[in-house]
């Protein structure tokens, strides 16, 4: 394999920037490979029962072999989608925002809601979610949070997942159980190595500190840990209070900051903003990229893609695949 082959020059970390480039693509590669192999083996498996018990049309063999067929759609679909990551810094850490939009306490609710959705799907990804800030809501949920996911490819997947989410349900917030819809937005970036090219300048920061909100303990409510950043040039302000040193939050918000200018920049040469903010629009009736209907019926339905889950359940459970692989898919043609 060329790539291995590279790997094994005596000069090969000479170059640290092209060599980690390298070993990232030959990993990605060697998991791809590993993947087929599996789905062809399990595939020889499924040929050749079918055809040593498929003489008699009958039997237990018929339930196994259309369950071990529909095992085989499933992983060959996953493999199908992960063919698609190829943008630059799919296989990147994600820092995931949400942001309450239009309905109040409800949709304050409805952020707290989406946040527990992207925590399950995380975890079912077996990647790592660290909650890094939130304020919250003055009844109820969160009036924004941030969250760093990190896993193979979790930019790739989750940056289907930007932009308004819609909710329509009962409010149980309501005296009068009247129905609601509320809105939240969804800010998808990927985390950026060290070596980007967006460098900030100290004379165009400002930072702010102040005590960390919380539960309490150690260096929290005590001590001035948290960290405010706003680059004076753009007017962009990030927040970050989830380490217990001011230091460690500065450092954090910086890469959060880093990513955020990194998509300004790109927003500049790509023809629309929306591309790159991945439909960036205002939280409101009318931008929603998918819905949630909860009452009269139960729905979800991605504008996108037009797919519809009539499990809402299931999905605000964490269930995103079929989203997920629909929109790749979509953004492929």
């Known amino acids: 394999m060329v790539l291995e082959k590279q790997m094994q020059q ?17 990993g990605d590669a060697k998991l791809l490979v590993e993947d087929w192999q599996s789905i062809t083996d399990q595939a020889e498996v499924l040929f050749q029962l079918a055809k040593e018990e498929g003489s008699d049309g009958q039997g ?21 989608v992960r ?21 109040g306490t409800d949709a304050q609710d409805w952020a707290q809601m989406l ?19 939130k304020s919250a809501g003055q009844e109820a949920g969160l009036k924004s949070c ?24 009962i409010s149980p917030f309501d005296g009068e159980k009247m ?24 004379s165009d920061l400002r930072v702010d500190t102040f005590m960390s909100s919380g539960a309490g303990g150690q260096s929290v409510n005590t001590t001035y840990s ?8 753009t007017n962009i302000t990030v927040t970050c209070q989830n380490e217990r040193s001011q230091l460690q939050n500065k450092e954090t918000a910086l890469k959060y900051l880093t990513a955020k200018l990194w998509q300004v920049e790109q927003a500049k040469q790509q023809a629309t ?32 893609t037009e797919l519809v889950n009539n499990d809402p359940d299931k999905v605000l459970d964490g269930y995103l695949d079929d989203f997920i692989s629909a929109r790749l898919k979509q953004l492929a043609r």
């Open 10 to 26: 005596p000069d090969f970390w000479l170059d640290t920037k092209q060599a980690k480039e390298i070993s990232q693509l030959y």
């Open 60 to 80: 237990d063999w018929l339930e196994t072999i259309n369950k071990s067929y529909q095992e085989l759609l499933t992983k060959f679909d996953k493999l199908e």
């Open 83 to 103: 063919r698609l990551l190829s943008a630059p810094y799919d296989d990147s850490n994600v820092l995931l925002s949400i942001h309450a939009g239009a309905g």
């Open 115 to 133: 946040q527990r959705m992207y925590l399950r799907f995380s975890e079912d990804q077996n990647w790592s979610a660290v909650i890094l800030d």
């Open 146 to 169: 941030l969250i760093k996911i990190s896993g193979r490819f979790a930019y790739g997947y989750l940056k289907c997942e930007a932009g308004v989410h819609r909710l329509v349900r």
């Open 179 to 202: 129905r609601h819809t509320s809105f939240a937005l969804v800010e998808v970036l990927p985390e950026l190595p060290e070596l980007t090219d967006i460098k900030i300048k100290d």
């Open 226 to 233: 948290a960290v405010r950043l706003v680059h004076l040039p």
């Open 273 to 304: 903003k929306q591309e790159l903010r991945g439909e960036f629009k205002s939280v409101a009736w009318g931008n929603q990229v998918r819905s949630y209907v909860l009452h009269p019926y139960k729905m979800v339905k991605d504008h996108r």
